[in-house]
């Protein structure tokens, strides 16, 4: 089982539209959980990180469910510029980091 | 304030060559990374450098060396590159193990 998975996607949403979507991790043990951003052939960015009682970042809104092991992203509003892929990061262990391969979302005009 | 820069950007090789590719941070971070990104797979992790004077293996450090040179500065060789090679790689950094990680602009490096 991949320590972090997401759905690949894509997720073709019109401009304003509201998309979510989640992101499973297999370690219990993990406490460090982030969302990235990763534009086509561009370095990845960090997004936003992800606290226990959910967080919100303008019209980004994470959650985290630790019952479930499960990590969410909603984009509210959305704009073209937040066409890209979103890369779901939680540490293992080892304390290191583990990638998901991310979910891409596309905003149509 | 540059952050995390890498050389080349781009870099395509024949089987058997060897090269280094640099990474520098002026974040005054601890932790270094150096992962590779292949279509469909999330970043894999080669070598990490918890601190000055340390490094240890990733995920996937079989065909690659690294020297922690100082604080800044984070390089990975290939000392005989293979096809299986290809790929883009990222150079990271973090002030701690645990905290998030600010990656380079990537090397886009082809294998033939």
């Known amino acids: 089982r991949k320590e972090v998975e997401q759905d690949p996607g894509p997720f073709n949403v019109p401009e304003g539209a509201t998309v979510a979507f989640n992101c499973t991790y297999s370690n219990s043990a993990s406490q460090s959980f982030f969302w990235y951003r990763q534009d086509c052939r561009k370095e990845p960015k960090l997004l936003m990180s992800v606290y226990s009682s959910g967080n919100e970042d303008g019209r980004f809104t994470a959650q985290l469910n630790r019952a479930s092991q499960y990590i969410s992203l909603l984009i509210r509003d959305s704009k073209l510029s937040d066409s890209a892929t979103y890369l779901c990061v939680v540490n293992r262990n080892d304390y290191k980091l583990s990638f998901g391969a991310g979910t891409t979302v596309t905003v149509r005009a | 304030n540059a952050g995390v820069t890498q050389t080349p950007k781009f870099q395509v090789l024949k089987t058997g060559q060897s090269m280094t590719l640099q990474c520098a941070q002026d974040m005054n971070h601890n932790s270094m990374y150096w992962y590779r990104q292949d279509p469909g797979m999330g970043l894999r992790l080669i070598y990490y450098s918890a601190s000055e004077g340390t490094t240890d293996k990733g995920e996937v450090p079989n065909g690659y060396n690294v020297s922690r040179l100082n604080k800044r500065e984070f390089s990975l060789r290939l000392e005989s590159a293979a096809p299986s090679q290809t790929s883009v790689y990222f150079c990271?950094?973090?002030?701690?193990?645990?905290?998030?990680?600010?990656f380079g602009p990537g090397t886009r490096l082809t294998v033939t």
């Open positions: 990271a950094s973090s002030e701690a193990e645990v905290y998030e990680q600010y």
